[in-house]
């Protein structure tokens, strides 16, 4: 079993950032993928942006150049940087991480206002 704690969402004006933390304990595997998708009302569940603990990150178009993924790997640790806010973001982020098995966290709104 893997948990995943995210947190760092809230309510930005557009052109802001935020940093979205998600932290995973349990059964951390050393070869897996973190990352972050996104819901937002109406719509599916989108990839953001994936990291893997081989050093591979990928970005959905909508957001590169203005998201950045990182990871801790002593800390099984990811962060999204997210500069440049557009009302577009406004959406439930997803941490995820993809072992042999993959995990969902909790989510955490992220709502972007003019």
């Known amino acids: 079993q893997v948990q995943l704690v995210e947190s760092g969402g809230g309510l930005v004006q557009a052109g802001e950032s935020l940093t979205l933390p998600c932290a995973a304990s349990g059964s951390i595997g050393s070869i897996n993928a973190m990352g972050w998708y996104r819901q937002a009302p109406g719509k599916q569940r989108e990839m953001v942006a994936i990291?893997?603990?081989?050093?591979?990150?990928n970005y959905a178009d909508s957001v590169k150049g203005r998201f950045t993924i990182s990871r801790d790997n002593a800390k099984n640790t990811v962060y999204l940087q997210m500069n440049s806010l557009k009302l577009e973001d406004t959406a439930v982020y997803y941490c995820?991480?993809?072992?042999?098995?993959?995990?969902w966290g909790q989510g955490t709104q992220v709502t972007v206002s003019s």
């Open positions: 995820a991480y993809q072992g042999l098995v993959g995990y």
């Open positions: 990291s893997t603990s081989t050093g591979v990150t």
